[in-house]
């Protein structure tokens, strides 16, 4: 028998729990709301227009998702969602403040514009999601970021998303420390190369298949894989785990370059 402990009877699911999803229109969002309402969680669907979330329409098992749209840089927009799950469900458990944009192309010929846009919706968007859901979560709540593994490291022509990725974990983990004596949890999911509209500019070109033979696994992610990850993070199954930044990347971050991955070996680089 255990040392009088017992594996809580709690559900280590988010059966029940309400959960607010930004950049749902899309990719990693769409799955992770697909996810979660398929651990019988009550979703918001936070986008930018109503056009972005039409998706739902298509997916009768997913009537009951909140739709707001907006920009995650407008403070309207964080309030409006948490309002509408407060609304909805009567609290908020989670919150995955997951929108994010990137632009391409090296320091030199990038704009401030550029820069600004990058900051805008990828650093000052999550830190209005974090003051507009902490606001009125309670202890047991957590809070997943959607930050990258180009958080982790560099990557040629992604100055500004380097930038503001790195800036999101580091928020994770400083926020984390800010409300841990509150029982809530912050963390951050960092995906490698995974399918979506982001990446579809290099889906089928050579830079596509030379970033999947970078992954360990040989492969990108697909969207649910991250959402997975971002749904055991909004989960209590995660209660011990704050101010982490998980890399979810085929073991991209494992490997320090020097060697041929197993993926370059299976396209065929020796
Ligand atoms: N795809 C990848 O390889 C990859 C890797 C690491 C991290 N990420 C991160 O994952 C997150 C999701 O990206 P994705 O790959 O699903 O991309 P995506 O382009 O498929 O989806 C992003 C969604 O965010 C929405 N969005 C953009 N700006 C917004 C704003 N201001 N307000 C509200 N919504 C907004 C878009 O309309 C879109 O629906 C982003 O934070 C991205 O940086 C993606």
Redesign the pocket.
Known sequence: MSDGWRVPARATTNAGRSIVV??????????TVQVLAGQGANVVA????PE?LAWLDEAPELAGVVRVS????DES?NAEMVAAAVKAFGRLDAVAL?????VLGDITRGSIDDYDRVM???VR?VVLGLKAALAVMEAGSSVVI?????GLGGDSGLWA?NAA?AAVVNLARSVALDVAHRNIRVNAV???????????GVQGHQQGQAMAARVPLGR??Q?WE?GEVIAFLASPASSHVTGVAIPVDGGTMADNGQWATYGARAAGFQ
């Open positions: 930004t950049g749902a229109g899309s990719g990693i969002g769409q799955a936070v986008d930018l227009t972005s907006g920009s995650v840089t927009t997951n929108a994010g944009i990137v805008d919706v990828n968007g959607t930050g990258s593994i180009s998303y990725k960092c995906p490698g190369a995974t399918h979506s509209a982001m990446t579809a990108f992610a969207p991250i």
